[in-house]
């Protein structure tokens, strides 16, 4: 791998990041919860929910009084096997955390377990969440709702969200089988990364009202936010490509994020009310937690998924590759990259940073990049 953005240090940008949470009103054990969530999205190299996110998606929106810095937990309803959450418009990170130590609970007395979550906001990277359950032997679901920004196959108005749906599935390897990818043929943070670089959106991903494709990333993410554009589904525009497919799985992302817990979808996540104004978004997730000792016993199911997926890495490759992956294969590989070298950041985020700092006077924090 070859990198030539500066490192920070992981516990340098951990406790920056609690630092600023804490400025604008995040508690200190929440703030920590949602350092971390962030940062093992960078630590897996998924970037586009990563410290990029840190000021644009949650300070900003602190500030913009849109997001609760306090989260009020509340268990509306519970079974034994499952509950519903209410997040009271608080940090999606916090009642996520905790919306799936409910549901693994319940599975390691019962054998499953779900909740399902309203009045959340931005959790963060879902991996995280399933995980939390393989940590622990368990295969773990999640799926949430967001804004909408997916348009329905041969439609351009955005009405669905990226909406991914999750699956963690505990192996016999040093890591687990983690599937994180939004219902989307590329997720809103990817194009808001593409923008941060100066790079353009690849074409097919993103369809303006006029039944086009749109490349071009700053106007893209403004076409979003003023309904003039969609993203695709996964698989892209049209049927030829089979976006048929990515529309139908956003879809039923949507129903179990909202149905289960009787809260808003679609158009009433736009986060603009009536007069203009902004306003929460109030999302939905559900979480599933399976205990595979229920089965014929986690080892047993640990070595086979580890099993299937060496007999894949090991199948014949295509000319010019040399390895085939799969999934959690090359986000282990980056954190045994970065592991010791820190978070990489580029130049829009540096700014983002000092700015955060210099706002806050947080002068005890000196960034590598700083000469």
């Not at 679609?266 to 986060?271: A, D, N, Q």
């Amino acid at each position: 791998m070859q990198e030539t953005r500066p490192f920070v240090p992981w516990n340098l940008m951990n406790d920056f990041m609690i630092a600023v949470f804490e400025k604008v009103g995040v508690p200190s054990a929440d703030a920590a919860v949602c350092a971390d969530v962030l940062l093992e999205s960078d630590r897996r190299g998924i970037e586009s929910h990563g410290c990029n996110r840190f000021k644009p998606i949650y300070i900003d929106r602190i500030d913009a009084g849109i997001l609760n810095p306090v989260t009020e937990i509340e268990v509306v309803r519970e079974t034994p096997t499952t509950a519903v959450i209410d997040g009271h418009n608080g940090m999606g990170m916090v009642v996520a955390k905790k919306a799936m130590e409910m549901a693994i609970d319940k599975a390691s007395k019962l054998g499953m377990g779900m909740t399902a979550v309203r009045n959340s906001t931005h959790y963060g990277i879902a991996g995280y969440y399933v995980t939390m359950c393989t940590q622990r032997n368990m295969i773990g679901i999640t799926g949430t709702n967001a804004r909408p920004s997916i348009a329905p196959t041969f439609g351009v108005e955005n009405m669905l969200g990226t909406n991914p749906i999750t699956f963690g599935l505990p192996t016999d390897e040093e890591f687990p089988f983690v599937l994180d990818c939004a219902t989307s043929i590329s997720q809103r943070g990817k194009i808001e990364y593409f923008a941060r670089a100066g790079k353009p959106t690849p074409e097919g991903m993103v369809i303006g009202r006029d039944g086009k494709p749109m490349t071009d990333s700053v106007e893209i993410l403004k076409a979003l936010n003023e309904k003039r554009a969609a993203l695709a589904p996964l698989g892209g525009i049209g049927e030829e490509l089979a976006g048929y497919k990515g529309y139908g799985y956003a879809t039923v992302v949507e129903i179990l994020s909202a149905a289960l817990q009787a809260g808003s979808y679609m158009r009433m996540l736009s986060g603009i009310g009536a007069d203009g104004q902004k306003i929460p978004y109030p999302l939905g997730h559900f979480f599933i937690a399976v205990d595979t000792e229920a089965f014929m016993g986690a080892d047993s199911f640990k070595k086979t998924a580890g099993d299937i997926l060496r007999d894949l890495r090991a199948s014949e490759k295509a000319p010019g590759h040399d390895r085939i992956f799969t999934a959690g294969e090359k986000e282990y590989e980056v954190w045994q990259f970065r592991k010791d070298k820190g978070v990489p950041v580029g130049e829009a985020v540096q700014k983002e940073l000092i700015g955060l700092r210099d706002r806050f006077g947080l002068t005890q924090f000196v960034f590598p990049f700083e000469g």
